[in-house]
């Protein structure tokens, strides 16, 4: 079954920790993403990637780092320069970046404090 | 970064009754995207627009493109249960930077039975 698969459900970091968040996807898009979700609030952009190994900064990068080495893979890490870490967590793909090429998202992973 | 502006924030309904949300922006957008979130999950696409002036239906949701390409409205025609949870829009330009979308905070939808 086709579709973008984000893991674990739940995270836990404590102070000063690195963690890595899980997106993988079958779906053979080119696109991938990755966005921040707070309570009340609309989808904020971390980073997205165009093609493998190429990505860019969306609008609240800093604190977070991506790696994109597998058309299928696009991991995020949430490293301890994020102060501000706990949220919910979307990965999306695209077949491309065109406007006629939605976006589709996983079911998320929520990052907590310890 | 720019939100959009989408209202109502949040509704409460019978069930059977129609429902409608809007979202507007100061700025012109070339696609508007419709998404439904149920709690702990991700964003399911609903409807997709892609032309100005544009109405596409998906079952008892009906989407419009506004002409002035800077509002969307989404319609939920006899509302049941299963429609709870918080509905998105999304706008994106189009053009170099054309990926990005930009998201509405959510009209979250309960339903009476």
């Known amino acids: 079954d086709g579709g973008i698969t984000q893991s674990p459900k739940y995270l836990f970091r404590k102070e000063g920790q690195n963690v890595t968040l899980s997106c993988e996807q079958n779906l053979n898009h080119d696109a991938m993403y990755w966005y921040r979700q707070d309570p009340g609030q609309g989808l904020r952009l971390i980073y997205y990637s165009q093609i493998v190994n190429d990505f860019q900064k969306g609008d609240i990068a800093e604190g977070y780092s991506v790696s994109r080495e597998k058309k299928e893979s696009f991991p995020l890490t949430v490293t301890s320069a994020q102060k501000n870490p706990t949220a919910f967590y979307l990965c999306a793909s695209s077949a491309g970046t065109g406007g006629n090429q939605p976006q589709h998202f996983g079911d998320g992973t929520r990052l907590s404090i310890l | 970064g720019q939100q959009l502006n989408q209202s109502p924030q949040s509704m409460f309904i019978q069930e059977g009754e129609d429902v409608s949300m809007n979202c507007t922006s100061s700025s012109i957008f070339n696609t508007w995207l419709w998404y439904k979130q149920d709690p702990g999950e991700g964003p399911v696409l609903l409807i997709a627009?892609?032309?100005?002036?544009e109405l596409t239906s998906n079952g008892r949701l009906t989407a419009q493109f506004g002409i002035t390409r800077k509002d969307s409205f989404l319609n939920i025609s006899a509302s049941i249960p299963s429609d709870v949870g918080i509905y998105f829009c999304?706008?994106?330009?189009?053009?170099?930077?054309?990926?990005?979308?930009?998201f509405g905070k959510g009209t979250k939808l309960s339903v009476i039975p």
């Open positions: 999304a706008g994106q330009k189009g053009g170099a930077g054309s990926y990005q979308l930009t």
């Open positions: 627009l892609y032309k100005a002036g």
